[in-house]
């Protein structure tokens, strides 16, 4: 199979791209990996394809696969990417659109300036919803990993998330601790696990061991899983700047019951075509 695509990025967290528009595209799990293959395919962090929309209310469909081969729910920096590509290719001309994801409805804006901001929905706290095995939902939670007891927060942001606070980015045990809590039995579907510095009350540096792609350069959905965690914890104010390895988003909170807004770059790299085993 010859498969045309869009290498893409943001803040280094890199995406490859397929118009599903016109025609269904299905790929398995052993050609995603293909594909996500530095060495031997193209390479990327998550394949992102562009789909017609599934409901009236919406402008397009958004699926996000993972390096692994693995569907998700939700992806931040994907979701920059997804709407500068369909102004790029003219599938459509509106700044702001609503698209359809497996982890519900999010709404990107493209800027002026040519920053996106997304609309990443209200942050899920409930455990048997982000999903998360705990007695009753509590503002902090003591995990186990690697035979110490680390204090998290857990939620979703249409994906799962366990973020904890860090002395130093530089230094957290990131490699280490992971792919355990990422696997962590208390999370049946696997998570993404955070590890936020607090420079000030406007500032957090952060890294994020994705599910199913291990340590990227940047995490949209974990930075607004961190900044609402901090937020909650009382360390942050409502805007607050998200320093990663790629480069800086912008991530805003008014509190309980309001939506997550995410703000920052997206970057079309080239464009290709790659053969595909069968």
Not at 115 to 138: D, H, K, L, S
Not at 234 to 259: E, K, N, Y
Request: proline content about 5%; some cysteine; hydrophobic content about 45%.
């Amino acid at each position: 199979m010859r498969l045309k695509f869009t290498k893409m990025h943001g803040l280094g967290n890199d995406f490859v791209v397929i118009d599903a528009t016109q025609s269904p595209v299905a790929l398995s799990p052993a050609q995603l990996r293909f594909v996500a293959d530095r060495h031997f395919g193209v390479g990327c962090d998550q394949l992102l394809m562009v789909e017609p929309a599934r409901s009236a209310d919406t402008d397009f469909y958004y699926r996000i696969f993972n390096a692994d081969g693995g569907e998700v729910e939700q992806c931040g920096n994907g979701a920059r990417c997804f709407v500068r590509y369909v102004h790029q290719r003219g599938l459509t001309a509106k700044s702001v659109i609503r698209v359809g994801t497996l982890g519900g409805v999010i709404e990107p804006r493209l800027e002026a300036d040519g920053q996106v901001t997304v609309n990443m929905g209200t942050p899920v706290f409930e455990p048997a919803r982000i999903p998360f095995t705990a007695p009753a939902e509590a503002p902090l939670y003591d995990l186990e990993v690697n035979k110490k007891a680390i204090k998290i927060n857990a939620l979703s942001m249409g994906n799962p998330h366990a973020v904890q606070v860090v002395d130093n980015v530089d230094t957290a045990a990131v490699a280490e601790d992971g792919p355990l809590i990422e696997a962590h039995v208390r999370f049946p579907q696997r998570v993404n696990a955070g590890f936020m510095q607090v420079v000030d009350r406007s500032h957090i540096r952060l890294r994020v061991y994705e599910r199913g792609s291990g340590e990227t350069l940047a995490c949209g959905t974990g930075a607004c899983a961190a900044v609402v965690s901090g937020i909650r914890r009382g360390l942050l104010d409502q805007r607050v700047h998200v320093a990663t390895r790629g480069g800086d988003l912008v991530i805003v909170w008014a509190g309980a019951g309001a939506p997550v807004m995410m703000t920052g770059p997206a970057v079309s790299v080239f464009d290709g075509a790659v053969e595909i085993p069968d």
